[in-house]
């Protein structure tokens, strides 16, 4: 078996933050330790999720990324970004992307990290799917589903990510009608 990479002494900083946001969920235990994913907090989660979010608008897309983390064991099960252009695919936003990542597991026992506010379809998910608690990284440039998500017993934390911030609202700038897709579907674009 190979040791991992990440260990207790390895730094946490936007460059280990971003291999793991780029290797896939199903290997990250031959790159991180335990004892490495007991370090990350929310703040690391979150900035993984933001990378996710620049992962998407590098490709072309929209920037929206989300961690899953298991509450108790702090390792990452799943995560995502939005790939409404990449694949062509109108709900593979940044939420439902970590889902399908994590597959069918008991996820009351999870943390979901998403760089935005989830839309209508992906905070009925989450709260269909039974999350336990929902971190949002930006209500500056999008809100509205918290209070929903908290009527339906999720604890709703916001742990605003400035990089993410930005990087939403440049893209929002540059792209307005992909993001107005994202949001509404192309109906929504003609009718503007």
């Not at 946490?12 to 370090?39: C, G, Q, R, Y």
Request: charged letters at 20%; aromatic letters at 6%.
């Amino acid at each position: 078996m190979i040791a991992p990479l990440f260990k207790h002494d390895t730094q946490i900083n936007d460059a280990s933050l971003n291999v793991i946001a780029h290797m896939p969920t199903a290997s990250l235990s031959t790159l991180m330790a335990n004892e490495f994913a007991l370090k990350l907090s929310d703040t690391d989660y979150m900035r993984i999720a933001v990378l996710l979010a620049k992962k998407s608008y590098d490709e072309g897309g929209c920037p929206i990324g989300a961690v899953i983390v298991n509450n108790h064991t702090k390792e990452i099960v799943g995560k995502g970004h939005n790939t409404l252009v990449q694949e062509s695919h109108p709900y593979n936003h940044g939420e439902t992307s970590a889902i399908r990542d994590a597959g069918r597991i008991d996820f009351s026992q999870t943390t979901l990290y998403t760089s935005l506010s989830p839309c209508d379809v992906c905070a009925t998910l989450l709260y269909m799917r039974g999350f336990n608690r929902v971190v949002v990284g930006d209500v500056s440039n999008a809100c509205g589903n918290e209070r929903l998500l908290k009527e339906k017993g999720i604890v709703v934390d916001i742990l605003e990510d400035q990089m993410g911030i930005s990087q939403y609202a440049q893209f929002r700038k540059e792209k307005p009608n992909q993001d107005l897709e994202d949001w509404q579907g192309l109906a929504a674009i003609s009718k503007s």
